[in-house]
């Protein structure tokens, strides 16, 4: 019964290409993020995103995108994928900004 | 926004002594203050967490700390183990804006 699962959970593509990565939540919580976290370990926030608002941190470039078709689903779809894009990619999801970010297992994407 | 600083980057103890990881925040407006343990290629999970309107908290080996004025907050684990070893997040976030922002990490060794 896995919380915050996303899939897949290896994604290796060339430059160039578009992927996306989906995220599903079964916790009934309010709001969805996407984290980029680099080979350095660095937590990045890229989007948090609830019913009413969508907040983009504005180092993220715009071939991200995150794609909401409910309120338990948050996919990232991304664009012309570059090699500095590889990472992994975690999902989490929270009740409000008051209450612990859950984790999924995240996603290692390799763009060679 | 908000920026979180995390000291010290890595930290290495023997079985038995303690560590302490020491975070800064930026923002007064940060009310909720996570700590994540994660392990080697798994995914960030809560230990503890404090929020604004209390200075201490404790779980067994584990407490943090938060001086609101100095806006800071610490990580203390006592009697570490092995199992201790893993990276440590510190995190703040607020009741508006839906986002929660990540210190550097802390690379936390437990020599036997």
């Known amino acids: 019964d896995t919380a915050v699962s996303q899939t897949p959970k290896y994604l290796v593509t060339q430059m160039g290409n578009d992927k996306s990565i989906k995220c599903e939540q079964n916790?009934?919580?309010?709001?969805m993020y996407w984290y980029k976290q680099d080979s350095k370990k660095f937590l990045k926030i890229m989007f948090s995103?609830?019913?009413?608002?969508?907040?983009i941190n504005e180092t993220v470039p715009n071939r991200f995108s995150p794609k909401s078709p409910d309120k338990a689903h948050l996919n990232l779809h991304i664009n012309s994928l570059e090699l500095g894009d590889s990472a992994v990619y975690f999902c989490?999801?929270?009740?409000?900004?008051?209450?612990?970010?859950?984790f999924g297992n995240g996603t290692r994407l390799t763009v060679t | 926004g908000e920026n979180v600083e995390q000291h010290p980057s890595t930290l290495s103890v023997q079985e038995g002594d303690s560590a302490v990881i020491k975070c800064t925040y930026s923002?007064?407006?940060?009310?909720?203050f996570p700590w994540y343990k994660q392990e080697l290629g798994k995914r960030p999970q809560l230990i503890i967490d404090?929020?604004?309107?209390?200075g201490e908290k404790k779980d067994q080996r584990i407490a943090v700390t938060l001086n609101k004025t100095a806006k800071h907050f610490s990580l203390h684990i006592t009697e570490t183990q092995p199992e201790d070893s893993a990276v440590y997040f510190c995190?703040?976030?607020?009741?508006?804006?839906?986002?929660?922002?990540f210190g550097t990490g802390t690379s936390l060794t437990v020599i036997p």
């Open positions: 995190a703040a976030s607020k009741t508006t804006g839906n986002q929660f922002y």
């Open positions: 995103y609830n019913n009413k608002e969508l907040i």
């Open positions: 916790l009934g919580h309010d709001t």
């Open positions: 404090i929020r604004s309107n209390v």
């Open positions: 923002d007064s407006a940060s009310n909720y």
């Open positions: 989490a999801s929270s009740q409000g900004s008051k209450s612990p970010l859950h």
